[in-house]
């Protein structure tokens, strides 16, 4: 299992290029399962979770190219040739439940495993359900599977979701596009992944109104045809970057970063003491002067500060002049870089949903390990800030949702490095 070396090395200065965003292209590609005629995304971004998608796609009978370095993803559909979503697959990623919706309402019948993913607390798909059983699916859980059909077709229904799920919307959406009559979701999820879907979607030809609002509406159509659509920017990937100058100092722009993807988690740095300016290519980020100033944070769904960002801001409150407190609102134990952060130096109480962070001078680097996605990534983050070494192990699941991280934090003169071991 490879591991990455991180040594403190002062400022960082230079440009970083944001990819497309990992979960908005989860849940396009999915909607290739909805027509007969080829999707084409630009700008998908590079990462094993993408892989995996693909593979559980083409195990239904779709074929993915990756084109352009792997930034194109040709896809086409002509005929499933199964409708059963693999358990060896989908326990790799959550997100491959959005297989459901599409392959439900094209062929009325769908098999998929029960998901996994990271470790971050129960992650129950109910609601999903829901939507699809108001659509007239008939659905039954046995041996760790949904079996779903709608041998008739599915059929326009109103869903009013507990929570505002983003992937029970995704799901609920793309179905919704191929059933016959009106579709209503109410408190949908409103974060632009959904919003990059239902362009996606429109393009294709399906009938949605209320994207990015609480209440969508789908008038479902006969069928879809082909499109092409540029994935939407990764707003966690340029939040995570954003974060480099603000621990580190100097000055970093995020090229393709706009302040209406991050619009929450910017006055949050803003009350940190970090500067955030939007140029003609991105973003310019860099601390305003002297120390980080402790900040309150809690997640929320979009349009508050996202749980995908929870870890990053916490190293970058464990130096902080002041004591903070994050509230996780979303998943239940998502705190389990704390511990680890902790092995740095960092002081952190942690009681249910919150965590206390009293900021320290300076950090010290330490032997770690990522337990999720953000996770990792935010152990670098803080491993870039410390003094000495810090060596981070299983960074298998860095590779999920960050490409080239090696590469993009050596551009603006950080010192770090990927140690494989066979
Ligand atoms: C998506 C993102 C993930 C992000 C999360 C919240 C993708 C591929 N992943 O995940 O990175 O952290 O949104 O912004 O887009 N829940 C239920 N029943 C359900 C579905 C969800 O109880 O049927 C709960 C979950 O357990 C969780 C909360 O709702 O506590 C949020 O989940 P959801 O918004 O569905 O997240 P995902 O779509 O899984």
């Given at each position: 299992?490879?591991?990455?070396?991180?040594?403190?090395?002062?400022?960082?200065?230079g440009q970083i290029a944001i990819?497309?965003?990992?979960?908005?292209?989860?849940?396009?590609?999915?909607?290739?399962?909805?027509?007969?005629?080829?999707?084409?995304?630009?700008?998908?971004?590079?990462?094993?979770?993408?892989?995996?998608?693909?593979?559980?796609?083409?195990?239904?009978?779709?074929?993915?190219?990756?084109?352009?370095?792997?930034?194109?993803?040709?896809?086409?559909?002509?005929?499933?040739?199964?409708?059963?979503?693999?358990?060896?697959?989908?326990?790799?990623?959550?997100?491959?439940?959005?297989?459901?919706?599409?392959?439900?309402?094209?062929?009325?019948?769908?098999?998929?495993?029960?998901?996994?993913?990271?470790?971050?607390?129960?992650?129950?798909?109910?609601?999903?359900?829901?939507?699809?059983?108001?659509?007239?699916?008939?659905?039954?859980?046995?041996?760790?599977?949904?079996?779903?059909?709608?041998?008739?077709?599915?059929?326009?229904?109103?869903?009013?979701?507990?929570?505002?799920?983003?992937?029970?919307?995704?799901?609920?959406?793309?179905?919704?596009?191929?059933?016959?009559?009106?579709?209503?979701?109410?408190?949908?999820?409103?974060?632009?992944?959904?919003?990059?879907?239902?362009?996606?979607?429109?393009?294709?030809?399906?009938?949605?109104?209320?994207?990015?609002?609480?209440?969508?509406?789908?008038?479902?159509?006969?069928?879809?045809?082909?499109?092409?659509?540029?994935?939407?920017t990764d707003r966690?990937e340029l939040g995570t970057y954003m974060l480099a100058p603000a621990?580190?100092?100097?000055e970093v722009e995020l090229l393709g970063g706009r302040i209406g993807l991050v619009g929450?988690f910017c006055e949050?740095l803003d009350?940190?003491?970090v500067s955030v300016t939007e140029t003609e290519t991105g973003l310019r980020v860099a601390?305003?002067?002297?120390?980080?100033?402790?900040?309150?944070?809690?997640?929320?769904?979009?349009?508050?500060?996202?749980?995908?960002?929870?870890?990053?801001?916490?190293?970058?409150?464990?130096?902080?002049?002041?004591?903070?407190?994050?509230?996780?609102?979303?998943?239940?134990?998502?705190?389990?870089?704390?511990?680890?952060?902790?092995?740095?130096?960092?002081?952190?109480?942690?009681?249910?949903?919150?965590?206390?962070?009293?900021?320290?001078?300076?950090?010290?680097?330490?032997?770690?390990?990522?337990?999720?996605?953000?996770?990792?990534?935010?152990?670098?983050?803080?491993?870039?800030?410390?003094?000495?070494?810090?060596?981070?192990?299983?960074?298998?699941?860095?590779?999920?949702?960050?490409?080239?991280?090696?590469?993009?934090?050596?551009?603006v003169?950080?010192?770090?490095?990927?140690?494989?071991?066979?």
């Amino acid at each position: 299992m490879d591991s990455i070396l991180v040594r403190g090395n002062g400022a960082l200065e230079g440009q970083i290029a944001i990819a497309g965003a990992k979960n908005a292209c989860l849940a396009l590609m999915p909607a290739t399962l909805l027509s007969e005629e080829p999707l084409t995304l630009i700008n998908a971004p590079r990462l094993s979770d993408i892989r995996t998608m693909s593979q559980l796609l083409q195990s239904l009978g779709a074929e993915v190219t990756s084109l352009a370095d792997g930034t194109v993803l040709a896809m086409s559909s002509h005929a499933l040739t199964s409708h059963t979503a693999d358990y060896d697959i989908v326990r790799k990623m959550r997100a491959s439940i959005l297989v459901l919706g599409p392959m439900l309402a094209r062929d009325g019948q769908a098999v998929v495993s029960l998901p996994g993913g990271c470790a971050i607390g129960a992650r129950p798909v109910d609601l999903h359900l829901k939507a699809l059983d108001a659509m007239g699916a008939e659905l039954d859980l046995r041996d760790g599977y949904v079996h779903a059909k709608a041998p008739n077709g599915l059929k326009g229904g109103s869903v009013k979701f507990d929570f505002a799920s983003v992937g029970a919307t995704e799901n609920a959406v793309m179905a919704a596009s191929l059933a016959k009559g009106t579709t209503v979701l109410e408190n949908a999820a409103r974060e632009p992944e959904i919003v990059d879907l239902v362009k996606c979607l429109r393009a294709m030809g399906a009938q949605i109104e209320g994207e990015g609002t609480s209440r969508i509406e789908i008038q479902g159509v006969d069928r879809l045809h082909g499109a092409t659509h540029t994935v939407v920017t990764d707003r966690i990937e340029l939040g995570t970057y954003m974060l480099a100058p603000a621990i580190c100092g100097g000055e970093v722009e995020l090229l393709g970063g706009r302040i209406g993807l991050v619009g929450a988690f910017c006055e949050k740095l803003d009350a940190a003491g970090v500067s955030v300016t939007e140029t003609e290519t991105g973003l310019r980020v860099a601390r305003k002067n002297g120390r980080i100033s402790a900040v309150d944070v809690t997640t929320e769904p979009y349009p508050g500060f996202p749980t995908d960002l929870q870890a990053q801001m916490m190293a970058l409150l464990c130096t902080a002049e002041g004591t903070s407190v994050l509230e996780e609102t979303i998943f239940e134990n998502r705190f389990m870089h704390a511990p680890e952060l902790m092995r740095m130096g960092a002081r952190i109480d942690v009681h249910g949903g919150h965590a206390t962070v009293t900021g320290v001078d300076r950090l010290k680097g330490a032997p770690v390990m990522a337990t999720d996605l953000r996770a990792s990534v935010s152990l670098i983050l803080a491993g870039l800030a410390a003094e000495g070494e810090t060596m981070v192990s299983r960074v298998y699941h860095l590779d999920r949702g960050y490409e080239h991280v090696v590469a993009k934090l050596r551009g603006v003169g950080a010192d770090i490095e990927r140690i494989s071991e066979t």
